[in-house]
């Protein structure tokens, strides 16, 4: 007889895949095992193989979901009834703000993305392309002349962007949301006015 699905099935799929996040940043995707996650999780081996049939599995789930949450997010981020300066503004601070508790995530996604099978590393790659468009269009639009015949200055300076972004959990101390909108704000004025404005 099938195992019934319980009620909280999809609540507790997600505590597994938080606890995963943090055990992967820490301990490394290669070097984690089912049992330590199932310990970490406070549950038994056979029951996390209940929700997940193996590392793999709970990884692409883990970076899918991460990844097409984030992309869904800052697509809401659309610029209406915004100048162009507000609206890449907007986007900064989205993004900066969008990674808030999910430091753990954001570590995995860097180191281990390349773990998974070519069609995984497509679609995960693909919500990472969506952003990095939305994001170069943004620049594009505050100085469309600069960037018309230059996209190699347009992808160098989203990809700039982006670097100033991703890695400020890495510094950070304040991981507060009026830290996170304040260093938005400097990046925003980095990049439309330069150092000395």
């Known amino acids: 007889m099938a195992r019934t699905i319980a009620k909280d099935y999809s609540e507790?799929?997600?505590?597994?895949?938080?606890?995963?996040?943090?055990?992967?940043a820490e301990h490394g995707f290669?070097?984690?095992?089912?049992?330590?996650?199932?310990?970490?999780?406070?549950?038994?081996?056979a029951n996390i193989y209940h929700y997940y049939g193996g590392k793999d599995a709970l990884l692409y789930d883990l970076l899918d979901r991460?990844?097409?949450?984030?992309?869904?997010?800052?697509?809401?981020?659309?610029g209406?009834?915004?100048d162009p300066q507000q609206h890449l503004r907007a986007l900064i601070t989205e993004v900066l703000l969008a990674y808030q508790g999910a430091d753990a995530e954001h570590s995995v996604q860097s180191s281990s993305l390349r773990a998974l099978p070519p069609e995984q590393q497509k679609t995960l790659r693909g919500y990472q392309r969506d952003m990095v468009l939305q994001m170069s269009a943004a620049v594009r639009s505050v100085a469309p002349q600069k960037f018309?015949?230059?996209?190699?200055?347009?992808?160098?300076?989203?990809?700039?962007?982006?670097?100033?972004?991703?890695?400020?959990?890495?510094?950070?101390?304040?991981?507060?949301?009026?830290?996170?909108t304040s260093y938005a704000a400097r990046?925003?004025?980095?990049?439309?006015h330069g150092i000395t404005a």
């Not at 018309?148 to 950070?172: C, Q, R």
């Open 12 to 24: 507790k799929r997600g505590q597994i895949l938080k606890t995963a996040a943090k055990v992967f």
């Open 30 to 45: 290669d070097r984690a095992s089912m049992s330590q996650l199932a310990k970490a999780c406070g549950i038994s081996k």
């Open 66 to 78: 991460y990844l097409e949450d984030l992309r869904d997010r800052l697509a809401a981020v659309n």
């Open 80 to 82: 209406a009834g915004q």
């Open 148 to 180: 018309a015949d230059d996209k190699i200055a347009l992808h160098e300076t989203t990809m700039s962007v982006f670097g100033m972004l991703n890695w400020h959990y890495m510094w950070s101390r304040d991981n507060s949301t009026e830290a996170r």
């Open 187 to 192: 990046v925003a004025d980095l990049v439309l």
